[in-house]
């Protein structure tokens, strides 16, 4: 069964940074892309951003582009997202899910991390 | 604002078909690419529901099914069961966005 916990998550200033890490088990992780997708109570679900399996293709929202950085250790089936330079629209929950190599969808999906940005 | 769009809001009684629109434009759904639909419960993780426009998983029950046309597409739930009280969610690909986008989802309600 997949399994993936994302963690990381908190309460930090506008400019401030965190690293989300999601811990992935249950599939072979260095095949599998990833991605990240946050919720808002406003703006609904909103796609950040996505890591092929290897870790080489790495795609970006507008939104998020020279602020956020997607990255992934297979040896530890660990994906993550580091944030920085943290508004206070970046507040959301984030999840972690699969993205098949098939199509252009996600899932499994992690139960999510709330990320709260205010001064 | 969502660059696909669905109600807010469908609602039916036990046993009745809804469908709830997803309505997109030449660069995403119009464009060829596939539409995906997503269902929230009240307080847990989006789950995949129907991908590649009419596909279910295994494990997701035969009440629900998806179709596309043109730039828009549709999920049908057939004999709605209060269960399926929840939030949905359309989500293709946009290629002039070069992004993976989401409608704003629709809330079901069971009457």
């Known amino acids: 069964e997949v399994q993936l916990l994302e963690s990381g998550g908190g309460f930090v200033q506008p400019g401030g940074s965190l690293r989300l890490s999601c811990a992935a088990a249950g599939f072979t992780f260095s095949s599998s892309a990833m991605t990240w997708v946050r919720q808002t109570p406003g703006r609904g679900l909103e796609w950040v951003s996505s890591?092929?399996?290897?870790?080489?293709?790495?795609y970006y929202a507008d939104s998020v582009k020279g602020r956020f950085t997607i990255s992934r250790d297979n040896s530890e089936n660990t994906l993550y997202l580091q944030l920085n330079s943290l508004r206070g629209e970046d507040t959301a929950v984030y999840y972690c899910?699969?993205?098949?190599?098939?199509?252009?969808?996600?899932?499994?999906w992690g139960q999510g991390t709330l990320v709260t940005v205010s001064s | 604002q969502s660059v696909l769009t669905q109600p807010p809001s469908v609602s039916g009684a036990p046993g009745q078909r809804v469908t709830i629109s997803c309505t997109g434009r030449?660069?995403?759904?119009?464009?060829?690419?596939?539409v995906n639909w997503y269902q929230q419960l009240p307080r847990t993780a989006p789950k995949l529901l129907i991908f590649g426009n009419n596909n279910r998983p295994s494990g997701v029950p035969d009440r629900f099914s998806g179709s596309k046309s043109g730039t828009s597409a549709s999920l049908t739930i057939t004999g709605l069961q209060a269960e399926d009280e929840a939030d949905y969610y359309c989500q293709s690909y946009d290629s002039g966005l070069s992004a993976w986008v989401f409608g704003g989802g629709s809330k079901v309600t069971v009457l």
């Open positions: 899910a699969m993205w098949p190599a098939e199509g252009n969808w996600f899932g499994p």
């Open positions: 030449s660069s995403n759904i119009g464009a060829g690419h596939d």
């Open positions: 890591i092929s399996g290897g870790g080489v293709g790495t």
